[in-house]
């Protein structure tokens, strides 16, 4: 009985070990796609991120030229910073960091209070923060925090900046 062709048992070993094969190289690429989906996603937090303080400290070293140019508000779900004299004709800048919204909004006044730009910065933010310390009168800064939450992720991005004031000069 020399009869060319599989047996039944041949055919159930066979199908088995390919669908085990094909089991592992899905499970393979499905971490693959999620893995490079959360880094991905943690770059454009981190390029977000780097972006937004640029321009945080753009406007400080900008608006900012004495200690008495930094307004810090905190009302219902908005925290306000204010950067500039909002007094004396020049221009300033608000940066608004709404927490139900997660994100912080950047607007641009003129002196007459008028908007020249809005715009939102960053989203997905978990908390931010720009603080004086003017412990010391020879060397006062502003410390800039930001803090994002990447999707998916328990990790968090965050930022930290220091940027010295420049002091009017005295006569």
């Known amino acids: 009985m020399n009869k060319k062709g599989f047996t039944l048992v041949e055919v159930v070993v066979a199908s088995v070990i390919l669908v085990i094969a094909f089991t592992i190289l899905s499970q393979v690429v499905s971490f693959s796609t999620t893995y490079f989906k959360d880094e991905y996603s943690e770059s454009i937090s981190q390029e977000d991120l780097r972006l937004s303080a640029v321009l945080i400290e753009k406007d400080i070293r900008r608006y900012v030229v004495d200690v008495d140019y930094y307004i810090r508000s905190i009302t219902g779900t908005d925290k306000q910073i204010t950067l500039g004299n909002t007094e004396n004709g020049t221009k300033y800048v608000i940066y608004t960091f709404n927490i139900?919204?997660?994100?912080?909004?950047?607007?641009?006044?003129?002196?007459?209070?008028?908007?020249?730009?809005?715009?939102?910065?960053?989203?997905?933010?978990?908390?931010?923060?720009?603080?004086?310390?003017?412990?010391?009168?020879?060397?006062?800064?502003?410390?800039?925090?930001?803090?994002?939450?990447?999707d998916g992720r328990i990790t968090n991005n965050d930022i930290h900046l220091e940027i010295y004031l420049r002091l009017p000069e005295t006569s």
């Not at 020249?116 to 931010?128: A, P």
């Not at 060397?139 to 803090?147: G, K, T």
């Open 100 to 150: 139900a919204n997660a994100n912080i909004t950047r607007t641009l006044y003129n002196p007459d209070d008028t908007v020249i730009s809005t715009q939102v910065l960053s989203k997905q933010i978990v908390d931010f923060d720009i603080t004086l310390n003017s412990a010391t009168t020879i060397n006062p800064f502003l410390s800039v925090d930001i803090e994002a939450i990447v």
